[in-house]
C-alpha cells in the first residue's frame, strides 16, 4: 500500500511541476506580447510625419487616365480638365480590392458587385459611400501622394481635385 501511494504522490508531484512550468512559459508569452506591443506603439507615435508616394513626373499622367499605383494600393486618375485624384483601391463596402475597368470606365467590386466612376462616386451599391482619397501635391513637377491616411468622404465635390501649378 505504501508503494501504490509513493507512486501516486511522485505522479502528482511530477504533473504539478509540468503545470507550473506551462504557467511560467504562458506569462513569459504574455510579457513579451505586451512588450512588443507597447514598443510598437511608441514608434507609431513617434513617427508623426506623412508618408509620401512619388507617383511619377506630372507628364506621365494625361488628362482623361486612371493609373494604377501598385506601391500605394490606389489609382491616380487624372480628369479631363487637368485635375488630379488619388483614389483607394479598397472597397467602402468590405474592402475588396477594386480594379478599373477600362471597358466600361468604373471601378468594378468584383466580391458584391458595387461600381464606381472615375471620381470614386458609388454608382451601383451595396457599397454606402465614395472610394477613399489620399491627399495630392506636387514639387518640381512631380506628383507627391501622402499615403499615410485615406481621407473618408461620402462623395465626390470639385474641391477635391488638385491642379499642378503651370509656369510659365
Known amino acids: 500500500m505504501a508503494m501504490v501511494e509513493k507512486i501516486s504522490s511522485s505522479r502528482r508531484s511530477f504533473l504539478a ?3 507550473v512550468g ?5 506569462l513569459l508569452q504574455l510579457f513579451t506580447g505586451a512588450v512588443a506591443y507597447f514598443m510598437s506603439g511608441r514608434k507609431q507615435v513617434e513617427k508623426n510625419t506623412p ?3 512619388r507617383a511619377g513626373v506630372i507628364s506621365d499622367f494625361p488628362p482623361g487616365s486612371v493609373t494604377s499605383i501598385v506601391k500605394g494600393h ?3 486618375n487624372c480628369l479631363d480638365d487637368g485635375g488630379f485624384l488619388a483614389i483607394s483601391r479598397k472597397c467602402t463596402h468590405l474592402g475588396c ?3 478599373w475597368v477600362v471597358e466600361s470606365e468604373q471601378f468594378e467590386c468584383p466580391c458584391h458587385a458595387s461600381h464606381f ?10 457599397a454606402s459611400r465614395a472610394l477613399d482619397l ?3 501635391s506636387f514639387e518640381k513637377g512631380v506628383v507627391l501622394i501622402n499615403i499615410s491616411t485615406p481621407i473618408k468622404r461620402t462623395g465626390f465635390v470639385r474641391e ?4 499642378a501649378q503651370k509656369s510659365g
Open 17 to 19: 511541476r509540468i503545470w
Open 22 to 26: 506551462l504557467g511560467i512559459i504562458a
Open 51 to 53: 508618408e509620401l508616394l
Open 74 to 76: 490606389l489609382y491616380l
Open 97 to 99: 480590392s477594386v480594379p
Open 117 to 126: 466612376d472615375v471620381t470614386g462616386d458609388v454608382l451601383k451599391s451595396p
Open 134 to 136: 489620399y491627399p495630392v
Open 160 to 163: 477635391q481635385l488638385v491642379y
